[in-house]
């Protein structure tokens, strides 16, 4: 079984103070796609994220990678596999220097120091912050860091990549360059993101979430060019899916 798959089975998760995250989110992400995960504040995306490498366990149900179900003993062999980037940068910089928190996890799959170097050097260039190497994490700009914390992921080579909000805080050249690189990562990906436009580019697939469950899940063009849909969740239809062009 190909360890780039990712399945939900009618997972369910409630919040220690009670709120009901996810109510019986069933999918199966299969090896190479592209799939987006939209939907309003609030509607679960950042908590399906976190069962995807067992931050959070499900209340009921499965979340399976490649085969193997996520479980607390699970959780090393699932987190080799699963890279995780969070919404905010700031849960995953906590290193003196940048270069630190980028060899950090290379460092701890106990690869030789010249094999840490070159996966320092080529997650940093890949998400352009190559000149950032030296600098102190809480020291960068919200966007530095979203980049910095991608790095941190890219450097352990994961199976699958799973990445909440990989646009958000980013200016335009930047925000390219991210896309750029999602789109020549061959593996399994699974991306939250408000930037629709960033989806319609990128992912043939969309599974889109209201109030903790899976409203939509389908081929980006079907799911986006349907306005009903799309405003019962929340959300807005990208430019080139209205039926009506909006962009002059
Ligand atoms: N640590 C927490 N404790 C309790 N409830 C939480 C916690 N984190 C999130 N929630 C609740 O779970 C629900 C889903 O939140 P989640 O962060 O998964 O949404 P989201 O789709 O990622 O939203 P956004 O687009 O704003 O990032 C919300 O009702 C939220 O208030
Ligand atoms: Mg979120």
Same mark, same amino acid.
């Given at each position: 079984?190909s360890h780039?798959?990712?399945?939900?089975? @009618?997972v369910?998760?409630r919040?220690? @103070?009670?709120? #009901?995250?996810? *109510?019986? +989110?069933?999918f199966?992400?299969?090896?190479? !796609?592209k799939?987006?995960?939209?939907?309003? @504040?609030?509607?679960?995306k950042?908590?399906?994220l /976190?069962h995807t490498?067992?931050?959070?366990?499900p209340?009921?149900?499965? +979340?399976?990678?490649?085969?193997?179900?996520?479980t607390?003993?699970?959780?090393p /062999?699932?987190?080799?596999?699963?890279?995780l980037?969070?919404?905010? &940068? $700031? @849960?995953? /910089?906590?290193? &003196?220097?940048? !270069? !630190?928190d980028?060899a950090?996890? &290379?460092?701890n799959?106990?690869l030789?120091d #010249? =094999?840490? =170097? +070159?996966?320092?050097?080529s997650a /940093?260039?890949?998400v352009?912050?190559?000149?950032?190497?030296?600098a102190?994490?809480h020291?960068l700009s919200?966007?530095?860091?979203?980049?910095v914390?991608i790095a941190t992921?890219?450097s352990?080579?994961?199976?699958?990549l799973?990445?909440? =909000?990989?646009t958000?805080?980013?200016?335009?050249?930047?925000? *390219?360059?991210?896309?750029?690189l999602?789109?020549?990562? $061959?593996?399994?990906?699974?991306?939250?993101t408000?930037?629709m436009e960033?989806?319609?580019e990128l992912?043939?697939?969309v599974?889109?979430?209201?109030?903790?469950?899976?409203?939509?899940d389908?081929?980006?063009a079907?799911?986006?060019? $349907?306005?009903a849909?799309?405003?019962?969740?929340g959300? !807005?239809q &990208?430019?080139?899916f209205?039926s009506v062009?909006?962009?002059?």
């Amino acid at each position: 079984m190909s360890h780039h798959y990712l399945r939900f089975d @009618n997972v369910h998760y409630r919040y220690p @103070n009670g709120c #009901e995250a996810l *109510r019986g +989110v069933s999918f199966c992400i299969t090896h190479g !796609e592209k799939v987006a995960l939209v939907g309003a @504040n609030g509607a679960g995306k950042s908590t399906l994220l /976190l069962h995807t490498d067992g931050l959070l366990l499900p209340t009921s149900g499965h +979340v399976v990678v490649g085969g193997v179900t996520v479980t607390p003993k699970t959780l090393p /062999l699932v987190r080799r596999t699963v890279g995780l980037v969070f919404q905010d &940068p $700031d @849960n995953q /910089l906590f290193m &003196p220097t940048v !270069e !630190e928190d980028v060899a950090f996890g &290379p460092v701890n799959m106990r690869l030789t120091d #010249e =094999e840490v =170097e +070159v996966r320092v050097a080529s997650a /940093l260039s890949a998400v352009g912050a190559t000149e950032l190497r030296h600098a102190a994490p809480h020291q960068l700009s919200g966007g530095q860091k979203k980049r910095v914390a991608i790095a941190t992921v890219l450097s352990m080579s994961p199976s699958i990549l799973v990445m909440d =909000e990989p646009t958000a805080s980013l200016d335009p050249r930047s925000r *390219r360059q991210i896309i750029s690189l999602i789109d020549s990562f $061959d593996h399994t990906s699974l991306i939250a993101t408000h930037d629709m436009e960033m989806v319609a580019e990128l992912c043939r697939r969309v599974i889109v979430m209201k109030d903790g469950a899976v409203a939509a899940d389908g081929d980006t063009a079907s799911v986006f060019g $349907d306005s009903a849909l799309l405003e019962e969740c929340g959300l !807005e239809q &990208p430019c080139r899916f209205r039926s009506v062009s909006c962009c002059g």
